[in-house]
């Protein structure tokens, strides 16, 4: 999959309107994540040195439509100008007389960050008339905003009618490791897939079925596979409706003779509070009034050994609730294992990007996607409303 690039585009000089995704956690005014901002900053580096007038558009949060401080990108700013070491600008507004004055101010080289697309229904309806009027402000527009590839909104899809697109650099990086699962991986090639529901990755496991060699089945959702075998879940999270579901996929797996690897040992406790008793019980010894709360440490081994001698990795979805420390030892026994991976490892966003980060191994594996449910469904093999019109 080739992708129109930035670095093909004409930019000297030029009014550059990127799409980023800067959705990121904000409190009392201060960025505690800035991993999607440092993500970045190689197309922020490469427009500033082609003297680029850059105008930065991006949501956060949920603000429905309706201008609301709390999703104020403001303080995004100003981390960003930490980051970059040189200022940024702000604009209180992303489209109208505000952000025209503001954008036409720019100097060569220089960054602006418009405020929230959210704050305007135009943007999640995916209306042309918004789009248009943030076309408006730019002579170029550049998509590096992966995380928001898979929403069909205004500022990643509408916008396409009155800008030709660029992808950015970032959106170039996760479309290149992310295609290579599914087109060209190295074998053995593993699938690690953990979270609470089967229901999230059904898809993906499908289309995953037709090209990797073995799977590792943990988190909640491996006890829907595990009531598909017959086995006692006691308390634990099972999606029942789904268990025809596991069922079919453990059938498929078999027939095509891909191996699937599901705990043998699990930990569990009455609840998730971490300060209740805990046990290691084996998977078919599960107490009726207990909970599965993590992988064991015999299933972590098994895990760890498999991820090891693979030559391709794709990670999505941790192992147990790895928030409270009884429940975290089997994410990170599977983050060790990929930092010792000489294979190229892929770690899906969302929860799965926090633990690599929480257990210190991000700048271990080959990638980590800024974008959770944007890989998944690139993964399922869908062609993503933010991605096709970069397509070449």
Not at 18 to 26: S, T
Not at 47 to 55: V, Y
Not at 147 to 154: T, Y
Request: one cysteine or more; a negative charge.
């Amino acid at each position: 999959m080739r992708l129109r690039s930035v670095k093909h585009a004409d930019i000297a000089g030029k009014k550059v309107l990127l799409r980023v995704d800067f959705n990121v956690p904000v409190e009392d005014g201060r960025v505690l994540d800035d991993w999607r901002l440092r993500a970045t900053m190689p197309t922020l580096q490469f427009l500033a040195e082609r003297q680029a007038r850059s105008l930065l558009i991006s949501h956060l949060g949920r603000p429905k439509g309706k201008r609301d401080e709390k999703y104020s990108l403001r303080p995004v700013a100003h981390r960003l100008a930490e980051l970059l070491g040189a200022q940024v600008a702000f604009a209180n507004d992303c489209i109208g007389p505000t952000a025209r004055q503001a954008a036409d101010g720019l100097s060569p080289g220089s960054f602006l960050l418009l405020e929230n697309l959210r704050f305007y229904p135009g943007e999640e309806a995916n209306d042309p008339e918004f789009a248009k009027q943030l076309a408006e402000l730019a002579d170029v527009y550049v998509n590096d905003a992966f995380g928001a590839a898979h929403r069909a909104h205004a500022s990643v899809h509408a916008i396409t009618q009155f800008h030709k697109p660029y992808a950015g650099l970032l959106m170039e990086k996760e479309v290149t490791f992310l295609s290579r699962l599914l087109s060209d991986p190295e074998r053995p090639f593993l699938a690690v897939l953990g979270g609470a529901k089967v229901s999230d990755k059904v898809r993906l496991l499908h289309n995953l079925l037709e090209r990797v060699d073995a799977l590792l089945i943990g988190g909640a959702m491996a006890f829907t596979f595990l009531k598909a075998q017959g086995k006692p879940t006691g308390k634990s999270l099972v999606e029942e409706d789904r268990v025809a579901d596991a069922e079919k996929i453990l059938k498929n797996a078999a027939e095509n003779g891909i191996s699937v690897l599901l705990p043998s040992d699990v930990v569990v406790s009455p609840d998730d509070t971490g300060s209740s008793p805990i046990a290691v019980v084996p998977v078919d010894k599960i107490p009726e009034d207990q909970a599965g709360w993590d992988i064991g440490p015999e299933t972590a081994r098994q895990f760890a050994e498999k991820i090891r001698q693979a030559k391709t990795i794709f990670w999505n979805g941790p192992m147990g609730r790895f928030e409270r420390g009884p429940f975290k030892e089997g994410t990170k026994s599977i983050c060790l294992a990929l930092a010792e991976c000489a294979g190229t490892t892929v770690v899906g966003g969302g929860e799965t990007a926090a633990a690599a980060f929480e257990f210190g191994i991000a700048d271990q594996v080959s990638h980590v996607s800024t974008g959770g449910g944007a890989a998944l469904e690139f993964l399922e093999g869908r062609i993503l409303p933010g991605i096709q019109p970069l397509l070449e």
